[in-house]
């Protein structure tokens, strides 16, 4: 079984041990939150299609940096349900921990849309398809709906 999320125009299917949470009432920006049983997290952040993305990329990219010490970036792009999402990958330590965290900013005709993956290094590995499935749902979604405001 999967647990489904359908609000505000945004729909997916989620692992049903899985838990999420959202900021309820659908107002710009909103979020999504699913986290694993074993501690991954994938945040989806809802924007004004017309935000600038690469000043909601600087934000998050500022909040991580002050957040961890040490943090390893590099350049990251990708294609989920085919829509291209540009931002960052990251390492970092947390605790004794290494994480690895993939921020992707995804521009659709309904949402800006900005996804933070994030888990311990071995877990990510074990969870990237998931994290995938989930974007690839929600962004073909989107796409579908572009004249369904």
């Known amino acids: 079984m999967s647990g489904n999320y359908s609000k505000y125009g945004v729909s997916f299917l989620y692992p049903e041990n899985w838990t999420l949470e959202d900021s309820g009432g659908g107002e710009l920006p909103f979020e ?31 909040g991580l940096q002050e957040q961890y010490e040490d943090i390893e970036l590099t350049p990251g792009e990708d294609c989920a349900g085919g829509v291209k999402g540009v931002g960052n990958n990251a390492l970092f330590y947390c605790l004794d921990f290494l994480v690895s965290c993939k921020l992707r900013v ?30 690839t749902q929600l962004l073909e979604g989107l796409k579908k709906n572009e004249g369904n405001s």
């Open 32 to 62: 999504i939150w699913l986290e694993s049983p074993d501690g991954g997290l994938l945040s989806l952040t809802f924007f004004d299609p017309e935000a600038d993305s690469e000043e909601v990329l600087r934000e998050y990219l500022a």
């Open 106 to 135: 995804y521009a659709t005709p309904k949402y800006l849309v900005a996804v933070v993956e994030q888990a311990e290094t071995r877990e990510f590995d074990r969870i990237s398809q998931v994290f995938l499935a989930i974007k």
